[in-house]
């Protein structure tokens, strides 16, 4: 069974571009989340999108935004990109986003801002 | 206000003994805990996960302990190899409105000397 894949790997931009990230969820999964971990933080919690209807959302300002497909696929934007958007953003799938069902991460994009 | 604690950034073990990692949480309404464990380029795996109607979970050798009253849970890992050596999460997550997102302690990096 295919993990979750997460496209690009890395990704190199300028401050005030903006940037979409792919993430292709476990064949059944409904539910994606996205994080982002900076160095020495855990994994701040973005968004999390099920049967294509954003369900939760962290902290985070409007510049992150992201969608999902009919097939579960995903997408996260980040507009007029900062200095401080440099991370490592992670996504995760599982069947329905229960919390009783461990999530299922891909290996993330990494993302630097120049 | 960081709802997830995880106090010791890192903990150093020798290989055979027991490692324990520590995780302290604020949110009552938090009720489900899991433990992932993540390898440098890689995204995080998950370990074992504790329901709150319980005190204590084990599976091999893992074995997550919670004390609800004190908002702690605690993750054994006897003996500790080599190959544990690894950032290792605690995650908390509860039932609606939260579905589908889990809090995140900001990691503890284990490692095990041969």
């Known amino acids: 069974k295919a993990g979750v894949t997460q496209t690009p790997r890395y990704l190199i931009k300028t401050r005030g571009q903006q940037v979409t990230l792919s993430c292709s969820p476990i064949s059944g999964h409904r539910s994606v989340s996205w994080y982002q971990q900076t160095p020495g933080q855990g994994l701040q919690f973005l968004f999390e999108?099920?049967?294509?209807?954003?369900?939760n959302k962290g902290n985070f300002p409007g510049r992150f935004s992201g969608r999902q497909f009919s097939n579960s696929r995903s997408e996260m934007n980040v507009s007029t990109l900062e200095l401080g958007d440099s991370a490592l953003y992670l996504c995760?799938?599982?069947?329905?986003?229960?919390?009783?069902?461990?999530?299922?991460f891909g290996d993330g994009t990494r993302l630097s801002i120049l | 206000d960081q709802q997830v604690k995880q106090n010791s950034p890192s903990l150093s073990v020798q290989e055979g003994r027991i490692s324990i990692l520590n995780c302290d949480y604020t949110?009552?309404?938090?009720?489900?805990f899991l433990w992932y464990k993540k390898y440098p380029a890689e995204g995080p795996t998950f370990l074992i996960s504790i329901s709150s109607i319980k005190d204590k979970n084990e599976d091999g050798r893992f074995t997550v302990f919670l004390n609800k009253s004190a908002k702690h849970l605690s993750l054994h890992i006897v003996p500790s190899q080599p190959g544990d050596s690894a950032v290792y999460f605690c995650a908390a997550s509860g039932w609606v409105p939260n579905a589908g997102k889990s809090t995140f302690g900001d990691g503890t990096t284990l490692t095990v000397k041969p």
């Open positions: 999108y099920f049967s294509e209807t954003q369900r």
């Open positions: 949110n009552s309404m938090f009720d489900y």
């Open positions: 995760a799938s599982s069947l329905q986003g229960a919390k009783d069902q461990p999530q299922h």
